[in-house]
């Protein structure tokens, strides 16, 4: 339970940091939006990795490829998000934030089970 909560505040600053740092760019460097938000997210990638790793997972070994799993899961996760909520959005506030949560939940507990049994599987049971 513990490796989850420390994987929940890893991503939580994570998304925290791409946020600002995004809007900072875009209002005060007037960079482009979208190209922005893309370097961003990719840069963001190798550093959340290794604080998943280090900090959430607590892991001395990773699986062979980790890294590029790791990146996959999580462009792959912006795209599925991106599509389902690109489809969905209904413009009605309360609605459009009950998706925004469902398919985030969705994808971070697909993202913790894919660290944890897949990319950082050499942990005890409980992460420690």
């Known amino acids: 339970m513990m490796a989850f909560i420390r994987f929940v505040l890893v991503g939580g600053s994570f998304s925290l940091g791409y946020a600002v ?26 550093a959340a990795f290794w604080a998943q790793r280090h900090i ?7 699986a062979k490829g980790a890294l590029w799993i790791y990146a996959a899961t999580q462009t792959g996760s912006l795209a599925v998000i991106s599509a389902i909520t690109t489809r969905f959005v209904t413009r009605v506030f309360w609605a459009d934030t009950l998706l925004f949560v469902a398919t985030a939940g969705v994808a971070a507990v697909a993202s913790f089970l894919i660290c944890r049994y897949i990319l950082f599987r050499t942990q005890a049971p409980d992460g420690q």
């Not at 959430?56 to 990773?62: E, T, V």
Request: hydrophobic share 60%.
């Open 56 to 62: 959430a997972f607590r892991a001395d070994r990773q």
């Open 21 to 46: 740092v995004t809007a900072g760019l875009i209002r005060f460097a007037a960079a482009p939006p979208l190209a922005t938000s893309v370097v961003v997210y990719l840069l963001c990638i190798p």
